[in-house]
């Protein structure tokens, strides 16, 4: 059952992942990071690799415009108290996001 739920929830977020680099292909100068990028390079079964989410790295310069593509395709911004939006564009530039309408 462990397996199956991995093979369902994974194949979601590499759907998610597609839909991304579909709507910023004229652009977009991203890779994915940690667990996609292990689920098909070392591991050789996006299954076998246990993912909660996608991590993308991006370019500042682009950080704007990826972050408008992940809107539109339903993802909210999870801010937090203590590191607000701000701050975090400042410093490293990391931004948390959720889909806001998840169904599994």
């Not at 590499?14 to 990028?37: I, P």
């Not at 993912?51 to 500042?60: A, H, N, S």
């Not at 999870?78 to 530039?93: H, M």
Request: proline fraction near 2%.
């Amino acid at each position: 059952m462990k397996f199956t739920w991995s093979v369902l929830r994974n194949m979601k977020l590499f759907h998610e992942l597609e839909k991304y680099y579909w709507h910023s292909r004229s652009w977009h100068c991203c890779c994915s990071s940690q667990g996609a990028w292990l689920a098909e390079t070392v591991y050789s079964n996006i299954a076998l690799r246990p993912m909660e989410d996608v991590d993308l790295w991006v370019q500042r310069k682009q950080l704007d415009d990826a972050r408008q593509v992940i809107y539109s395709l339903g993802y909210s911004l999870r801010s937090k108290a203590d590191r607000p939006q701000a701050l975090q564009d400042a410093l490293a530039g990391e931004t948390q996001l959720f889909k806001t309408a998840q169904r599994w």
